[in-house]
């Protein structure tokens, strides 16, 4: 039975994002903590929400949606989705646990994606985008089985929609199934906003130019033309050119210790100091962390730096963190969503300080000349003498044109009161615009236990503003 069901939701997954885990009944054993809470993958109990930004895709199976989260927090939240995925349902404990919680997660269930029959190699990959999606992780459209996954979450009680990730585990030939064996997550930005430009979209704190787009979700406000300068910001984002970032969440937070993330410029070993964009950093007394394979600090390392505060205009750092590290062995498969730097054609230019020859690429989502300075992208292939040879190139965002910006949800409702107020794993919805397609029912028929797939375009004030419900 395990086996026609794993058949059955493998057959379900599309080369679109997707949210997994949308169906009903019970089953699926296991589940995870995130930054403490309580989420049990098979049975799509999960406390906080992550969901799909890309690509409508199909659902998988698995069961009901959860609501609170566990007070208990690491290893312990972790056994508390398991009970709760064993379940196939229901609601974990409530409370909260804070940020930079780190725990093992049980069972993905029948909903999850099983390291039989999917090809999956057995070297280590690296994922690094915005979250995609939950239950089995989705970053990229890469859709990662968390069975065994480990997670580290800082800066924010669980995973939310758009927050920068790195997910290392084997993946297959095609980018579209992997195993997670860790997932990494932290802000990348944090700190008072010093000026707003609306015509560009686009902010500034601690000297670095915050650029934002269609696909930004903007977690606990409206939008850009709420902020004010002098509103303290937490940023999730994507380094692009030296001194920019793309944000692909943006909160407003109270006053709190800054985070800076960019590339090493004016790096003085001696005097221990360096810039990003326009903010100094003295990291004399900092603590230097995530290195890959010795790599001492360099200019144009991507870095994220936490510091104690601001002094004199310099940024006093308290450890200096290398930003989600690429591996460079020959073999290595690497999947990334990032900013276009350095283009000198398809086959020489950079992704997150990546170099990349995408010359042999499929390209989607846009023509090939449409790929420079500036636009976003998602990659995938395998490393070579320090170099992504990709097979995958797949445009997000043309800057002047735009891009594609659609996120989905699949699971039960939950918390109804009215159309415009409902949830889906976690997720709050607007669903009574005018312009919303209802397929296989009309709004009457919403209800807590629906089983439903959601489609929206925007994520504002964090409510999904729904343009498609379909019932399952």
């Not at 903590?33 to 989420?39: F, S």
């Not at 003295?282 to 994220?304: F, K, Q």
Request: aromatic share 4%; with cysteine; glycine share 20%.
């Amino acid at each position: 039975m395990t086996t026609t069901f794993l058949r059955t939701a493998l057959a379900a997954l599309s080369t679109a994002l997707l949210i997994s885990c949308g169906g009903g009944g019970g089953g699926g054993g296991g589940g995870f903590a995130v930054g403490g809470a309580a989420v049990g993958t098979g049975a799509q109990q999960q406390s906080g929400l992550v969901v799909a930004s890309g690509d409508t895709g199909s659902p998988s199976a698995g069961g009901g949606d959860g609501g609170g989260n566990s007070s208990t927090g690491g290893s312990a939240g972790g056994a508390a989705g398991g009970a709760a995925g064993a379940a196939g349902g229901g609601t974990s404990g409530g409370g909260t646990s804070g940020g930079g919680a780190t725990a093992s997660s049980g069972g993905d269930g029948a909903g999850g994606v099983g390291s039989g029959g999917t090809g999956v190699s057995t070297a280590d990959a690296a994922g690094i985008g915005a979250v995609d999606g939950a239950g089995s992780i989705i970053v990229n459209g890469l859709r990662y089985n968390t069975d065994t996954a480990t997670y580290n979450v800082e800066d924010t009680p669980e995973l939310q929609l758009g927050m920068s990730v790195k997910v290392s585990g084997p993946v297959d030939a095609d980018f579209l199934n992997g195993i997670a064996r860790r997932v990494d997550s932290a802000a990348d930005l944090r700190g008072t906003v010093s000026s707003i430009n609306l015509g560009q979209g686009s902010f500034v704190i601690l000297g670095s130019t915050i650029t934002t787009d269609e696909a930004t979700v903007w977690g606990n406000t409206t939008g850009l033309a709420a902020i004010v300068p002098g509103s303290t910001l937490q940023v999730w984002g994507l380094p692009a050119a030296p001194g920019t970032l793309r944000a692909t969440r943006v909160e407003q937070r109270a006053p709190s210790t800054p985070i800076l993330t960019g590339t090493v410029q004016n790096l003085d070993t001696l005097r221990r100091s360096f810039a990003i964009g326009g903010t100094p950093v003295d990291y004399g007394a900092a603590t230097l962390s995530g290195s890959l394979d010795g790599r001492p600090l360099a200019e144009g390392t991507l870095v994220r730096v936490r510091a104690s505060a601001v002094v004199a205009g310099r940024l006093q750092a308290t450890s200096v963190q290398w930003w989600y590290p690429v591996p460079t062995a020959n073999g290595t498969p690497v999947q990334l969503a990032g900013i276009v730097t350095d283009f000198a054609g398809l086959g020489s230019l950079r992704v997150l300080n990546v170099p990349v020859n995408a010359a042999s690429a499929r390209i989607n989502g846009g023509p090939s000349n449409a790929v420079g300075n500036g636009v976003k992208v998602e990659v995938a292939g395998v490393m070579s003498n320090g170099v992504l040879q990709a097979t995958k190139l797949k445009l997000r965002h043309v800057p002047g044109t735009g891009g594609p910006s659609s996120f989905s949800l699949i699971g039960t409702v939950g918390n109804f009161s009215s159309p415009d107020s409902f949830r889906v794993r976690g997720q709050p919805i607007d669903a009574s615009g005018p312009g919303v397609v209802f397929v296989n029912g009309t709004a009457a028929n919403l209800r807590s236990g629906a089983k439903v797939s959601v489609e929206g375009a925007q994520v504002i004030d964090g409510v999904l503003i729904a343009t498609r419900v379909v019932f399952d």
